[in-house]
């Protein structure tokens, strides 16, 4: 037998697992829940990062929650800032009741006999087995491998000398002050460390492979902190979101339908902050388009000031391999380092790793349809928060957990406990889960679920046509197949608080 009994289990106490506890209280008050978290913090990603400057590259109008408005003056906040507000809202909100941390979800089955779940957990440094049935599984823990990062297979790693650090992996001990530091990568991660780092190094050098498109904005959103001034701080924030909202959206269509010209103004914006000799087509004219790929935010100009100053610099190469003193390119130059920061990205791993059967069955979700961006074909009571990749990913979360809460009540109305959807449509064409060129997705297309070429199989990257879909749309939708568990189905233990 499980040890207890929960209506709805939340994998994940990270932006997303907050976000549902709160969907849930507020939306579904009658049903129990709880929430498992590996780690023995709430925050997930923002728990986790600890490099200098970590910071989010969404403004925190769009990557905060549509129930708690950020009233700080900065839009775009560091992972402290971010921190804080995940345990404000969780305190505020008392969600932290139902977290269970210490709790690693090794594997989840599914018994329609049952019309239940039954989670496989390791609880605490001692791995003391926990079993938890849920009549419905709601995965909130992310889409990347929290024990480590992503750092390609050089040659000669073993004969460099210096420190080498993966910014998942930095801790207080990490001492760069007065060092020769290469950061190796050109995304988010290196372009947040690189002006920080610069403040102490004796210099940072980016090494990048191939350039990419990057846009300076004010740290601080003023539109926002005049609207803040004059008005109730929820009435702000609303207007606020979705100002930045419509912006993206309408900066992303214009990437898509005029790529050339987007590119050109972006590169031209780059060049207008750097010295009139700085070498911008070597090292930001990017070999791919706008939105193939995430853009790299730099707030206030940090990244392109470190570069005006010469605290930090740019070598646009490839590695041949690691030496004892540092990094030979290809071009036959050795960048001499102290230490190497790899930055080299994520590796992707859904659902925590975690293994996942139904009715006996293992489930490969690489061969499934994602409905609606969040459940899977054939299924049950499962689903799962994916935020979006040209927008913030709280948007899209708090989308999917509305939605969730949608369907639970739709079930209690109907008296169902099961809900599957079922791909009966011979028509719709599976295609990638995201239009994106980013290495970590490229990496693991053989892990990722699909989309599909029809409604409602296909992923919107669009947060008014989700709110349609999502917040309206019809829920038994003659595609979701509600029913319920035969009559010798085990009764539910005790539930949880």
């Not at 997930?44 to 403004?59: A, H, I, K, N």
């Not at 390609?152 to 992996?169: C, M, N, S, T």
């Not at 299924?379 to 708090?398: E, H, I």
Request: aromatic letters at 12%; one cysteine or more.
């Amino acid at each position: 037998m499980a040890d207890e009994y929960v209506d709805v289990l939340v994998v994940g106490a990270g932006i997303s697992g907050i976000g549902a506890g709160w969907h849930l209280q507020r939306y579904c008050p009658g049903k129990s829940y709880a929430i498992l978290e590996a780690r023995d913090q709430l925050g997930g990603t923002w728990d986790l990062f600890r490099y200098p400057g970590v910071r989010s590259d969404s403004d925190m109008h769009t990557l905060g929650y549509s129930f708690k408005p950020w009233t700080k003056a900065k839009a775009i906040a560091d992972g402290p800032a971010i921190l804080d507000y995940l345990n404000e809202t969780a305190d505020e909100n008392d969600i932290r009741r139902h977290i269970r941390f210490g709790h690693r979800v090794l594997g989840a089955s599914w018994s329609s006999e049952d019309a239940a779940w039954t989670i496989e957990a390791e609880r605490g440094p001692d791995r003391e087995p926990v079993r938890i049935r849920a009549n419905f599984l709601f995965m909130c823990s992310g889409y990347y491998d929290y024990a480590a990062g992503y750092t390609p297979d050089f040659e000669g790693l073993a004969d460099y000398r210096g420190e080498i650090v993966h910014p998942q992996k930095w801790s207080d001990a990490v001492d760069y002050a007065g060092k020769r530091v290469v950061v190796i990568g050109s995304g988010a991660t290196a372009v947040t460390l690189i002006p920080e780092l610069a403040r102490d190094a004796a210099h940072v050098v980016m090494l990048q492979r191939s350039p990419t498109y990057m846009v300076s904005r004010p740290a601080e959103d003023g539109i926002a902190n005049r609207l803040r001034a004059m008005l109730p701080a929820r009435t702000a924030y609303r207007l606020t979101r979705w100002k930045n909202v419509l912006y993206g959206m309408y900066f992303f269509r214009m990437c898509r339908r005029s790529p050339a010209r987007v590119k050109a103004k972006l590169i031209d914006m780059v060049r207008a902050t750097l010295p009139a000799d700085y070498d911008v087509e070597t090292h930001f004219t990017p070999r791919y388009n706008p939105w193939d790929q995430r853009l790299c935010l730099v707030p206030d100009n940090d990244f392109f000031d470190a570069l005006g100053e010469g605290s930090a610099s740019i070598v646009t190469d490839r590695i041949e391999r690691f030496t004892e003193r540092g990094i030979k390119l290809e071009s036959g130059r050795e960048l001499e380092a102290d230490m190497v920061v790899t930055a080299t990205g994520l590796n992707l791993q859904f659902f925590g790793g975690a293994t996942i059967s139904v009715d006996g069955e293992a489930q490969n979700f690489g061969g499934k349809i994602a409905y609606k961006g969040m459940m899977y074909d054939d299924v049950p009571n499962f689903a799962s928060s994916f935020g979006y990749t040209n927008a913030s990913w709280t948007l899209k979360a708090d989308l999917t957990c509305a939605y969730v809460c949608r369907l639970l009540n739709h079930m209690d109305r109907t008296r169902t406990r099961i809900a599957t959807p079922r791909l009966a449509d011979t028509g719709v064409e599976p295609e990638p889960w995201v239009d994106f060129s980013s290495g970590y997705f490229q990496r693991a297309l053989d892990k990722l679920p699909k989309q599909g070429s029809k409604h409602p199989w296909r992923l919107h990257q669009n947060y008014a046509r989700d709110i349609l879909l999502l917040r309206y749309g019809k829920v038994d939708d003659g595609v979701m197949e509600f029913a319920r568990p035969p009559a010798t189905a085990r009764a539910p233990l005790a539930q949880a608080a």
